[in-house]
């Protein structure tokens, strides 16, 4: 049995929630599935990403592929890079270090990247209040 690691729409209309499950490929996307190891909300600000680590572990070593998009998760909570030093057999200590870099790393490139809304706006404002001069 094919294993994916796959989303699972939940929620009303227009307000998606995701679970990250682990299901049978042939299985339809909101059809049964083996387990849920996560979830994933992209409607906060920013997205709310929930995954057990130690089952998604698991399922990444018993051969469960993820689509493009769970990948993209487990990447943006650095498991798939803890799967990847675990591979490479490093002790436990090396692999907490290179994960709490890699933690520091992502926290740093994230302080810049978005706006609160009220900057955005008073931006806008003052280029506006300029173009009519």
């Known amino acids: 049995m094919a294993v994916k690691l796959r989303l699972r729409r939940m929620g009303k209309k227009k307000q998606p929630i995701y679970k990250v499950v682990a299901a049978d490929a042939r299985s339809p996307r909101d059809g049964k599935f083996i387990e849920a190891i996560g979830l994933y909300n992209p409607l906060t600000d920013p997205h709310t990403i929930d995954i057990k ?51 520091k790393l992502k926290e740093a490139s994230n302080k810049g990247k978005r706006k609160p809304k009220k900057e955005i706006e008073e931006g806008t404002a003052e280029v506006k209040g300029a173009a009519s001069e």
């Open 53 to 103: 680590e130690d089952r998604a572990l698991y399922w990444l070593n018993a051969g469960a592929q993820p689509t493009d998009t769970v990948k993209s998760l487990l990447s943006q909570k650095g498991i798939i890079l803890k799967r990847e030093l675990m591979k490479k057999k490093l002790p436990e200590d090396k692999i907490q270090e290179e994960m709490s870099n890699w933690a």
